[in-house]
């Protein structure tokens, strides 16, 4: 069964300090979504991007926040400069095509920000 | 009311109990709703869509009622690997993003 992918599994870096957070999609999927989960906490959406660019974004998708699909095949998330509070679960997720149809979610990064 | 609200929980009922969990939503023009699974500090995993009024899928159905504007989840012979949080997810305004609620807990016990 196709899944989503995700690297790291977990990734320590310090406050300051870029990281690339890296996904693959389900393949013949169109959209594709970052969300977040701080622990004890709700799983909140940051971004969807389609068609190679973004469609959505919340309000805690600031600027120091970036979304790129490289190749054809990742989909990667960028935190330029990382914040204790960015600290959390961030899961990949793809869905097939017409908005609000099933989205899939991959096993996820834990960020841990010192 | 809350974009999406449930219930914390937790719930802790004995195996092979029925038990029902609601969510309540408040876009009134979401077709579609979904109940996933997560298990402690792993991904949601996809447990039923609920597109018109109901879904059935084995001990598990979710059920949607439009006027109240709320979803609930039925499980039937509850099992210890039942145990996890139930997330509900409402498609937001644009049809795109997902809002979850909180989850609910549910703990099967011997």
């Known amino acids: 069964e196709p899944e989503v992918t995700q690297t790291p599994s977990h990734q320590v870096t310090q406050m300051g300090q870029e990281v690339i957070l890296r996904c693959v999609p389900i393949?013949?999927?169109?959209?594709f979504y970052w969300y977040r989960q701080i622990l004890g906490q709700k799983v909140e959406f940051l971004v969807s991007?389609?068609?190679?660019?973004?469609?959505?974004k919340s309000e805690i998708f600031d600027d120091q926040f970036s979304v790129e699909r490289p190749d054809g095949s990742n989909f990667t998330l960028k935190i330029r400069s990382t914040k204790l509070e960015d600290s959390a679960m961030y899961f990949c997720?793809?869905?097939?095509?017409?908005?609000?149809?099933?989205?899939?979610f991959g096993p996820g990064t834990r960020l841990t920000v010192t | 009311r809350k974009e999406v609200e449930q219930d914390p929980g937790p719930f802790n009922v004995p195996e092979g109990a029925t038990v029902a969990f609601n969510c309540t939503y408040s876009?009134?023009?979401?077709?579609?709703f979904f109940w996933y699974r997560q298990d402690c500090r792993k991904e949601p995993k996809l447990l039923m869509s609920?597109?018109?009024s109901g879904n059935e899928d084995g001990r598990f159905t979710a059920q949607l009622n439009r006027a109240s504007q709320y979803i609930s989840l039925l499980i039937r012979d509850s099992k210890l690997s039942d145990s996890a949080t139930y997330l509900c997810?409402?498609?937001?305004?644009?049809?795109?993003?997902?809002?979850f609620g909180t989850g609910t807990q549910l703990k099967v016990e011997l």
């Open positions: 997720a793809s869905s097939s095509g017409a908005p609000e149809d099933e989205q899939y």
């Open positions: 393949s013949n999927h169109l959209y």
């Open positions: 991007f389609y068609n190679n660019e973004i469609s959505e």
């Open positions: 876009n009134s023009a979401s077709q579609s």
């Open positions: 609920v597109y018109s």
């Open positions: 997810a409402v498609p937001g305004r644009g049809g795109n993003k997902l809002t």
